[in-house]
Nanobody, 114 residues
Framework: VQVVESGGGLVQPGGSLRLSCRAS????????MAWYCQAPEKQRELVAI???????HYEASVKGRFTISRDNALNTGYLQMSSLNFEDTADYYC?????????WGQGTQVTVSS
C-alpha cells in the first residue's frame, strides 16, 4: 500500500494551494480519508475528514477556507486550501482509515510566508 501526498509549497498569506493524496494497493472507496497537519513542535491535528459515503467534517479553524474531496475513480483525495494564513504553516498528512487498518502518507510541507 502506498499513500503519496503532493501539492505543498510556499504561498503568500491569502493564497491557495491544493493538496493531493493518491493511494495504491487498496480499494480507496472503502476508506475514510483525513488530512492532518503538524506544525513545528506541535502535535499532529485533524484538519478535515471525508468518510466513504462522502460525509465531511472540518476542524473549526479551517471551516469556510478548506474543502476536502475525493475522486474514488482516481484513488485520489484532495484538500483545497484558500485564504491561507501564517498559522496554516505545517506538514500535512493524508490518513486513510479502514475498518481494521489505517495508512499514512509521508506528508507534504505547506509554508505560508510573505
Amino acid at each position: 500500500v502506498q499513500v503519496v501526498e503532493s501539492g505543498g509549497g510556499l504561498v503568500q498569506p491569502g493564497g491557495s494551494l491544493r493538496l493531493s493524496c493518491r493511494a495504491s494497493g487498496i480499494i480507496f472507496s472503502n476508506y475514510a480519508m483525513a488530512w492532518y497537519c503538524q506544525a513545528p513542535e506541535k502535535q499532529r491535528e485533524l484538519v478535515a475528514i471525508v468518510d466513504s459515503g462522502g460525509l465531511v467534517h472540518y476542524e473549526a479553524s479551517v471551516k469556510g477556507r478548506f474543502t476536502i474531496s475525493r475522486d474514488n475513480a482516481l484513488n485520489t483525495g484532495y484538500l483545497q486550501m484558500s485564504s491561507l494564513n501564517f498559522e496554516d504553516t505545517a506538514d500535512y498528512y493524508c490518513n486513510l482509515r479502514g475498518d481494521r487498518l489505517d495508512y499514512w502518507g509521508q506528508g507534504t510541507q505547506v509554508t505560508v510566508s510573505s
